[in-house]
Each structure stands twice: as structure tokens, then as C-alpha cells.
């Protein structure tokens, strides 16, 4: 299982940007979808995770609504729309993908390469 994530980048707070990932190889193994992050001298992270109906999802208590994630089964894409953007929400983001429910880090053993998100004060 193959994933690569795009869309990060630079935006000033209060702004908004989209993340998305696409999933390849033997997607039939997985499950759950999920974004995390990691910021300098910290660890990783859970943001958001998604089921594979969409139906359930869960968000990290920074989240507070400002985040949205979902996911596209026919296109193998996950996506993480990410609004009212802070400073302290600056970390290198990472999908990934899980055969397991997916509501634990400790669940994901696919991963993406990450991609740069920073917020400007």
C-alpha cells in the first residue's frame, strides 16, 4: 500500500488549506484512513480518522471543529480540509492507512511521505 499526500503548504491564520491523499496498491486491505502530524520536538499525533463508510470519525481535541476530514473509496483518496488555521497548527502532516478500525496511531502501519503545512501569525 502506496500513499501520497498534497496540498500543504503556506497560509496565514485564519486561513484554510486542503490536504489530500491518494491511496494505491492493495487498497482492498485497508480500512480505516486517518491524518496525523508532527511537529518540531514533538511527537506524532492524531488529527482526524475516518471509517470506511465515512460514517464514523474522529477528530484530536485541538480539532474543535475546525477540521474536516473525508474520503473518496471510488478515487482511493482521503482528504483533510482544514479551516481557521493557527500558528501552533504548524507540523509536517501525514496520511495514512489502516486494516484495523483506526482510532489509534497504533493502528496505522501504511503511511504517506508527510507534507509541510505552516501558518503564519
Known amino acids: 500500500v502506496q500513499l501520497q499526500a498534497s496540498g500543504g503548504g503556506l497560509a496565514q491564520a485564519g486561513g484554510s488549506l486542503r490536504l489530500s491523499c491518494a491511496v494505491s496498491g492493495r487498497t482492498f486491505v485497508t480500512n480505516a484512513l486517518g491524518w496525523f502530524r508532527q511537529a518540531p520536538g514533538k511527537e506524532r499525533e492524531l488529527v482526524a480518522v475516518?471509517?470506511?463508510?465515512?460514517?464514523?470519525?474522529y477528530y484530536g481535541d485541538f480539532v474543535k471543529g475546525r477540521f474536516t476530514i473525508s474520503r473518496d473509496n471510488a478515487k482511493n483518496t482521503h482528504y483533510l480540509q482544514m479551516n481557521s488555521l493557527k500558528p501552533e497548527d504548524t507540523a509536517v502532516y501525514f496520511c495514512a492507512a489502516s486494516s484495523r478500525k483506526g482510532w489509534t496511531i497504533y493502528d496505522y502501519h501504511y503511511w504517506g511521505q508527510g507534507t509541510q503545512v505552516t501558518v503564519s501569525s
Open positions: 475516518i471509517g470506511w463508510s465515512s460514517v464514523n470519525t
